[in-house]
């Protein structure tokens, strides 16, 4: 028997079915209902002449018997049963009654191409050239040949004619006017560069694909079976353009017996390696690259194997690491004792090691190379907003989502470079149209969650169950500048909080909003919110992604890091052959604006910095302006913490950001930094020193070789800066913020949720 999108039972048809489902123009994939065939029929009919219900049936019947002939083992689309039923009502002698149809779907097509030309003409798309090769590598459709075959207008009307689609979910007699501003809303706010989602959804959207989720947690349990099984889930999602991040800890150690084959266990690096050839093999839909995060506790016996597993240039590639540390682990080096190293096989200690050596051992290979990061494990689970869940092991792969098994992560940014306003000629915030659009995109994110066709049934279940979504923003070093308020000082750190506040209470009254018109997330009662009696329709509501792509697509700063460099090359992974990195030279039109305005433009100024990547140092731009355009290695790691804590303070989730050091960095400045996060109530952190690795995403300054003149990248430092003290912020010390907040980690302490 045939069932409706509702779950209702349809009429039986009068002859036999042969298919069973259909492709909406959304992508969904439903179950093949006749009545709606039916009904479509008997409106034909009434819009032309009265016609009794033996008519309208035969018809119908002849749809499904066209269909069963010419769709045996595919699904039809909407638009081929639409053919078919005006095929069938020729058949049957109504030739006006098919003419009054097709007239009908050409109107309908034409209306809504109307409504966004003229949507078009208001909201007028304005995008880099490098914007422009980032959209047409990746994001734009292609025919069968390779020949882009969409304008990024109407990709931005692909995705937000898509994720409105899921209105008739909740209201199956919504008409075409209705959903249609539903469609504006979303176009408008993407178009304009206010709000994008995460690039899988941009790509995938309306498309074959339909995967929309940014990354996903997989468990891995100690089994042969468990293990192969999560790498041919990796690749599913990989192929489906996603990320991976996996927690290692359940894996018994190298060496440990095997009771079933009487031999020893390699131990977790070893099956590492597999998902890491996995990931080289699958191009994730053709458009990413494979990403992973593994993670392994401290207490695990492999964890010297483990901190140690990247030292060579090139192995686990297509891996960030880090080390999940354990409260008891860090009273260990305070009290500078031994600790336990615990087998996940039977629970039994298998050795003792210093724990104060152990973290040394950390610290020096995340000064060699970045790698690994840290997580305060402990601190995750104490705020995870659904403890009866289980317990959070494992964040996606650049840690500012911590996941349960089987979660996905579903990220939009908010452009903030666009949500200025100048007046009296100043610019200051628009609060108020921060936010509709903040209400507008956690709209956007919870529909996506219904559209969004996951790799796996398990994590359907999961993520529809918890319904998580991460709004974040973009483009926080750029308003800063605009605002003339130095990246680190006091006074911007304040601002991130209040911000960021902004930002997570109206996204929590547009949760609770939604909520009341579509239901609480269906794990409500095993969450936090159960307690508070607050209803929600999201677990968790913002996240601050790092804004990778999108970022270039806005032409803005990448989420809430300072500016990189006033020039820089990037590389990025755009083109037919994805393993080949492309340069994107670009530079800081706010500078050059600034400079020009300010009167110390000049050819040979511009060229110091391009070849500094910095302004400071540089004696004929003046203090004030130096200390606004202080670039991400100008920036003492104390600074970039405390922005860090700030907007972690109102982050459901958490926040992804770099703690810089300069290449002269040592290892016990990071290790001070380490320790510093730990104060300050932190949940993890990831720094990285400049030169540390052999390729850098991101190159400082552009200078000219003297041999032939061309262009090449800085990966060096190119001289060390010392800052004066009119160029620091009288008030540096961390202390002054709260502690209990920081990167790769869920709610912080002082969250308004908790």
């Known amino acids: ?104 779907r050409v109107k309908r097509t034409e209306i809504r191409d109307a409504k966004y030309f003229l949507l078009s003409k208001q909201v007028k798309l304005r995008i880099t050239p490098n914007a422009l090769k980032v959209l047409e590598s990746r994001y734009l459709r292609k025919d069968e040949n390779g020949k882009i075959i969409e304008t990024p207008s109407q990709l931005f009307q692909r995705v937000a004619q898509n994720v409105a689609s899921a ?50 947690v997989l ?43 009487s031999g020893v266990a390699s131990g977790p690096i070893s099956f590492m390696t597999v998902f890491d050839s996995a990931t080289n093999v699958v191009k994730q839909g053709g458009k990413r690259r494979g990403a992973n995060m593994g993670i392994l506790r401290v207490d695990h016996p492999d964890i010297m194997e483990f901190i140690t597993c990247k030292d060579k240039e090139g192995f686990l590639e297509n891996f960030n690491i880090s080390v999940a540390l354990t409260d008891d682990f860090m009273e260990a080096i305070a009290k500078k004792k031994k600790y336990p190293l615990i087998n996940p096989r039977d629970g039994q200690v298998w050795a003792e090691l210093d724990a104060s050596e152990v973290f040394d051992k950390i610290v020096k290979h995340a000064w060699n190379s970045g790698d690994p990061g840290i997580i305060f494990i402990d601190r995750i689970n104490d705020k995870n907003p659904t403890p009866k869940l289980g317990r959070i092991e494992a964040t996606n792969p650049c840690g500012e989502q911590p996941l349960l098994p089987y979660e996905s992560c ?72 605009t605002l003339e308020i130095p990246y680190a000082s006091k006074e911007a750190v304040d601002f991130a909080e209040k911000l960021m506040k902004f930002i997570d209470d ?62 820089y090359t990037r590389l990025s992974y755009i083109g037919k052959d994805s393993e080949k990195p492309v340069e994107l030279v670009e530079a800081n039109p706010i500078f050059e604006e600034v400079a020009k305005r300010e009167g110390f433009y000049s050819e ?96 400082v300054g552009v200078k000219k070789d003297k041999k032939d003149g061309e262009r090449m990248k800085t990966e060096e430092k190119i001289e060390k800066t010392e800052l004066t003290p009119e160029l620091l912020d009288p008030s540096p010390n961390v202390p002054d913020i709260t502690p209990g907040s920081c990167p790769t980690c869920p709610d912080s302490e002082t969250s308004t949720k908790q």
């Open 167 to 216: 209105e008739k979910i909740y209201n199956e007699n919504i008409t075409d006017d209705e959903l249609f501003k539903t469609e504006e809303k979303f176009y408008r706010m993407m178009t304009s560069l206010e709000f994008l989602p995460n690039s899988p959804t941009l790509m995938n959207a309306g498309g074959n694909l339909q995967q929309l989720s940014a990354c996903f």
């Open 410 to 481: 579903n990220l939009g940014s908010i452009n903030l470079a666009k949500m200025l306003i100048k007046k009296g000629g100043k610019h200051m915030m628009d609060w108020s149209k921060l936010r509709e659009t903040v209400r507008n995109a956690v709209h956007f994110l919870d529909n996506v969650i219904d559209m969004n066709r996951y790799p796996l049934p398990e994590i359907e279940v999961m993520t529809k169950g918890n319904r998580k979504i991460g709004l974040g923003i973009m483009a926080f070093a750029d308003i800063l500048v």
């Open 1 to 104: 028997m045939a069932v409706s999108e509702k779950g209702k039972k349809a009429s039986k048809p009068s002859i036999a079915l042969k298919i069973d489902k259909i492709k909406k123009r959304d992508s969904r994939i439903v179950p093949f209902n006749q009545s709606k065939i039916t009904d479509a029929i008997k409106k034909a009919f009434l819009a032309t002449r009265e016609e009794n219900g033996d008519v309208v049936s035969k018809v119908s019947n002849e749809v499904v018997r066209l269909l069963n002939d010419k769709f045996v083992g595919k699904i039809p689309g909407v638009e081929d049963i639409q053919d078919n039923v005006v095929v069938a009502l020729r058949n049957t002698g109504h030739d006006d009654v098919a003419d009054a149809y097709e007239t009908y």
């Open 219 to 261: 468990p891995v349990e100690d089994g042969m079976n468990s293990i192969f099984e999560a790498v041919k889930n990796t690749a599913l999602i990989h192929q489906s353009g996603g990320g991976t991040g996996f927690s290692f800890t359940r894996l018994r150690p190298k060496g440990d017996r095997v009771k079933s084959t």
């Open 604 to 699: 040979a100024t511009m060229k110091k910095v391009a070849e500094h990547g910095s302004a400071v140092g540089i004696k004929e731009i003046p203090v004030k302006w130096q200390k606004i355009f202080m670039t991400a290695h100008d920036i003492t790691p104390e600074w970039h913490m405390k922005m860090q804590a700030a907007f972690q303070k109102y982050t459901d989730n958490a926040v992804s950001k770099t703690i810089n050091y300069s290449n002269e960095a040592t290892i016990e400045d990071v290790k001070e930094g380490y320790m510093l996060a730990y104060k300050l109530n932190c949940k993890g952190t990831t720094i990285y020193r400049s030169g540390s690795k052999q390729l850098q995403i991101l190159n």
């Open 506 to 567: 109206e996204g929590d009254k547009m949760s609770e909003e939604i909520a009341k018109q579509r239901g609480s997330f269906p794990n409500w009662t095993d969450s936090i919110f159960d307690a508070q009696k607050r209803k929600m329709r999201n677990a968790t509501t913002t996240t601050i992604a790092p804004t990778g792509t999108i970022g270039i697509i806005a032409s803005v700063s990448q989420g809430v890091e300072p500016i990189f460099a006033l020039a």
